[in-house]
């Protein structure tokens, strides 16, 4: 009989899930998942969508994604231990999962591993052989061979055997631990869940043998149909795309073309066939070929020796107005660190400018000397005649006050047919070094190269270069080949008009560049080679800083490594031979069984039913897509390829969703009016956003209600690794809130909901950690459900019961939804939702510490032990301490951080606070916890315990009475604080001692 895809699917009866409630809506891995979220999100250019654009930002991490979907359609049963087990097969989690992901680790490590988690030695014998004492029975010669890192693996273990035996033991770690062995599991074969699917189908029910089999007959149990997901927002792309890789039917929408080009390049180039990989390559083969041999025919990049070009770097260079001088703009000397090449400025008094030498390895204090440039913090310095000349940079382009009164800047701006500088311009640009490679090497991997002073021949070629361009400027705009498209002024588009005096997109671009990828454009037209050109295009403008410590050389940078457009004062390009091999593409080895269409229009504007939206919106976003993709626009939107020629090319951004105000409130109002219009009775909704303060989950709630949607839960994910867009406490967590559509609304009082909404909130809390006192009790290593869940499930409680209203003290909340609001309202909204926030803080009473006590604190001292509890279980993300602090209502909570790095957050211990800080503190500075604090500091400090004990009399009010108090938290601390501060927690404790054996 027959058992393929089709036969297993006619076993499955329809719409038997139709109203089973969902896993994502109960009880959904969010720690595990964020942990998976972050290590994908640390293998930065490895991650797999970021090679069709590192340039945007904002993309989701696909293994999240992928744990959304099956989230929305595994159900939830009365079996919470199974559907968790069968979640984490599903997604590579559990044991035998880590068995295939850490299958490279080595016999010495994970003999260690194994050591570690009391393994004997007739287990470490069954897998390992032990070189050091050969057939060894005792555990101390196995210890000491391990520990040698004398022990191999069995050679008559099979494959499988041994990933069991990998699994096992990896799994006695910590779950971040595991992560950090193992391979993303994306990057499974089918063959590695070949053993999960007997539990599966026993379990839902099913008759699958692969995850996208499992997806269609979980969507015909539910839907009666293969799931369709839907995103508005898609961006990067990766919701679609790993939607569709999933199994599901997929569309993403965006008002963006660059967003819909990725989205669309996600699926048509990652996701591509073999066949389809192997036909655009050689498409890509042969334009590369052409453009290279029309390249070398024109002789722009090649030196009389045969040499050829691999990198130019240019600088300003502006007359000082003091001496008349010409003076190049550097801030530093150095251009490579690794090979010891530095730029030596030569005097030339009868032309008033300096010549520029190029010296190559030189040594550690010559190195030290050239750190320092002409530009020194914000003025041009150099030294004419043994005296040094000092001129601000924004006197040298600002403002000017003329004989009528107004002001102009001294920079002109520029046309829309010049390529360069002009000569009476303020700012000059100047080639300052070549990197050459030696001819004969070229095509080798890795050629020889050195870098160059700037010669006449090289001069001259340059002019060459200029006036082809200047030549042919005119036909090219209007053949779309290069950009003819103005700067629109923006937040971000008005630094190059402000500081350059640059007025359309093509003046980013050095002559070299606007040559090369006009001939790009001419060569290939295809859909392939305008993303790959875009990929390119963040490599190459005057936009990108030469980093002389990337790589032997040095490199340019990206032009958006921090999302906006930064002018620079010197600047690196790339010869065509590296542009060339940047845009090359290549698949991710992933087919897809149909890639997701993409759509070039308005959130508000779908009109395509489906069973799951998962989106992430625009919420308080800080990088202006809306502005900054037009560098990319404007070289593309001419003559695009098919279907990119079905969309509209402009960045529309009157149309763009801003992510604050009244007016972005209307939008996603609208935006998700039309997802729930789209959507059967039985679908969901996944929103993720970034929340940063209170009023954010007050505006979700109005949007939700105005939407006519209702929402179910919240989870937390700590998707952001630590990068310099968020230093200083930028959030790093994303908030993923599950959404059905409303049915009929209840009516009643803000009083009433408040009981309501109390009841709800320890309800949700009381059964997740109930939940995780049955996985301890089952063997889990770890908490399913943290702390951050449980503040999660406090906010989602609140909006489950207030979304579940559509009148609330005889208001309509649908139409509340559009009021417009003042700047710092707290409406009835926001005060529900801080109670909840309350009453959840009330049930995370941490280990140790009782009830009773734990009310009697104020809010700043609840913050401090719950920080203290976090540290002790190993978390330092600084977003904990944000959050915490807002739910605890911590006016400033930096006042107790020691430490306020992103990933290396810390609160202050007693020898950060010593004897005389800390008392200023509200709320905190006089009361029992930093009373506690003090009498450790002093014990330390060797001072006489009689004296403490007095001292302690003095500063708490009614010592007797809350003797006992002070008790507890110093025994807290003891115990909390012992495992990384041995020295704290031993005085900790022996303060506890003390007092308990005081003298009454």
Known sequence: MRDDAATRLAKIQAHTLRDAPTMIERVWPSTQISIEAE?????????????????????????????????????????P????????????????????????????????????????????????????????????EWSDAIEKRRVGWRRDLNPEERRAIIGKWVSTLPYKQRVELAARSEHLDDDAFDHIWNDVNEHLGTTARSIPELVNQLG????????????????????????????????GTDLNPIACMLSWGAGHIIGASNTDEAEWKRSQEHAAREISARMQALGFEHDADGNQTKAFLYCLETRCPQTGWMVPMLPTLVISKAQGVVARLVPEPEHQRYAIEIDSGVGPDRLKAAALGTVQGDNLVHSVGGETYRTSLKSLRGLERGTDGSKFSKLRLWSK?????????VFQERLYAILWMRRGTVSNARPQTFFASVKPEDVRREDEVRALVETNIVEWQAAGLIPDMAIEAGAKTSEPIRTRGWTH???????????????????????????????????????????????????????????????????????????????????????????????????????????????????????????????????????????????????????AIKGEGEEFRREMVAAYSALAKNMPNNGLQIVMFT?????????????????????????????????????????????????????????????????????????????????????????RVENLFEDADLQMAGYAAALRVLTGYTRIDGRDMTAEAGRPRKKGEQGFVERIIDYAVQVANEHMVPTGLTPRLWQSLSGTERFY?????????????????????????????????????????????????????????????????????????ELSAEIDPDVVTQQLHEMVDGYYRRREDLIEIAEY????????????????????????????
């Open 417 to 425: 047919t010049d390529v360069a500088p002009r000569p009476d311009d």
């Open 505 to 655: 997109w093509h003046h980013l671009f050095t002559p070299r560049q606007l040559h090369f990828f006009a001939l790009c454009r001419e060569v290939d037209s295809s859909p392939i080679g305008a993303i790959a050109l875009a990929r390119v295009l963040d490599r190459s403008s005057k936009l990108n800083r030469w980093s002389n410590n990337n790589g032997s050389t040095g490199q340019p940078t990206n032009v958006f490594s921090n999302q906006a457009l930064n002018t620079m004062l010197n600047y690196g390009s790339y010869a065509s031979r590296d542009y060339l091999r940047l845009m090359e593409m290549s698949s991710a080895g992933t087919t897809l069984q149909a890639a997701p269409t993409i759509l070039n229009q308005p959130a508000s504007a779908l009109a395509i039913q489906h069973h799951l939206g998962i989106t992430d919106p625009p919420y308080a976003d800080a990088v202006n897509y809306h502005e900054i993709t037009e560098f990319f626009i404007a070289w593309l939107r001419k003559q695009p390829p098919n279907p990119f020629d079905q969309w509209v090319w402009d960045s529309r951004r009157p149309l």
């Open 220 to 251: 015909v149990m539910r839907f009666g149909e293969k799931p369709h997901v839907v995103d508005t927002f898609s961006g990067g792309g990766s919701i679609p795309f790993e939607a569709a890789r999933t199994g599901c039917r997929s569309t």
């Open 81 to 140: 231990e199974r559907d968790l087990a069968t979640f984490e097969a599903l997604m590579a989690f559990d044991e035998n999962g880590m068995g295939h992901r850490a299958e490279g680790i080595a016999a010495a490590d994970l003999s260690t591993i194994a050591l570690q988690g009391s393994a004997s030695a007739e287990e470490l014998s069954a897998a390992f052989v032990n070189r050091l004492t050969p057939n060894s029975n005792l555990i101390d």
């Open 691 to 779: 929340h940063q303060s209170g009023a954010v989950w007050a505006d979700m709630a109005q949007i939700f209600w105005g939407a006519g949607l209702q929402v179910q839960a919240a989870w937390y994910i700590a998707t952001e690794t630590s990068t310099e867009l968020r230093k200083g406490g930028h959030v790093q967590g994303t908030v993923i809130l599950v959404l059905r559509k409303r049915n009929d609304g209840e009516s009643g009082y803000e009083d009433e909901i408040a009981q309501e909404v109390r009841g709800e909130v320890a309800r949700q809390i009381d059964t997740l950690v109930g939940l995780n006192q049955q996985l301890k009790g089952a063997g």
């Open 973 to 1000: 601390i003891a115990s909390q604080r012992g495992r990384e501060d041995q020295k704290e927690g031993r005085y900790a404790a022996l303060l506890a001692n003390i007092l308990r054996n005081e003298k009454l």
């Open 865 to 937: 032990l719950k920080m203290v509890d976090l540290e002790a279980a190993g978390l330092s993300k600084l977003d904990n301490y944000q959050n915490f602090a807002r739910a605890f209502r911590v006016p400033d909570y930096g006042v107790l951080m020691a430490d306020l790095r992103p990933n290396t957050a810390r609160i202050k211990g007693a020898s950060d606070f010593k004897r005389r800080t800390g008392f200023e503190i509200p709320n905190f500075g006089e009361g029992l916890v930093r009373a506690v604090l003090y009498g450790i500091w």
């Open 39 to 79: 290590q994908e999100r640390d293998a930065k250019q490895s991650q797999t969508l970021t090679p069709l654009g590192a340039y945007w930002k904002g993309r989701k991490p696909l293994v999240l994604v992928r744990a959304c979907v099956l989230g929305a359609l595994l159900p939830a049963t009365n079996n």
